[in-house]
């Protein structure tokens, strides 16, 4: 068996804004990019045809929308616009170091997170004294919860069939998502972080 967790809502708490737009605005005229007067219809179109749960990198496609508008950026600078903007501090919830020990006593634990910019769940991770060895976010692997392909690479990289996987998180719809690829999920609401070792002990 292996246990992997959802990070952003269920390990870690992190405000995100409310408006990204103008949060990436703000850092990129920060950073002297010229940003198209408007910057909120070209940020909130899509600009690549994906297929259904593949991930784009949140820097491909804010690069992508400059474009659209007739603007060159480099990759680093809308990076570093991008982690300004979204690397906001982090609060360790409720259990959660409790949760990873008692994972690790069942065997490996890993990741598995929804975060389609580069560096920021490694950025969120470091903020906590959390410390887990895999992680696997949609933008490392291309493929965003529910797809069943994201739990499948998170199930490789802890050396398991996805029929021996427990997946924790918080959302519904992207976590409980698991099931169909033969996942065992426990959401949050219903087994607490708190609750979690014990459940395990009675699985």
Known sequence: MAVSFDLFGTLVAQDRPTE??????TEL????????EDWEAAYRTSHTDLDPGREQSLVAHVRAALASRGVDTGRDVVRDALLAAFDAPVETRPGASEALAAAREHGPVGLLSNCSLPGLAGRALAQ???TVETVVTSVGCGWRKPHDRAF????EELGVAVSELVHVGDD???DGGGRTAGVTVVLTDDVPLSAFPGWLEER
């Open 152 to 155: 499948e690479v998170v199930a």
């Open 29 to 36: 005229r920060a950073r002297e990019v010229s940003v198209p």
């Open 20 to 25: 990204p737009w103008d949060a990436v605005a």
């Open 128 to 130: 906590t004294e959390l």
């Open 172 to 174: 519904p719809r992207a």
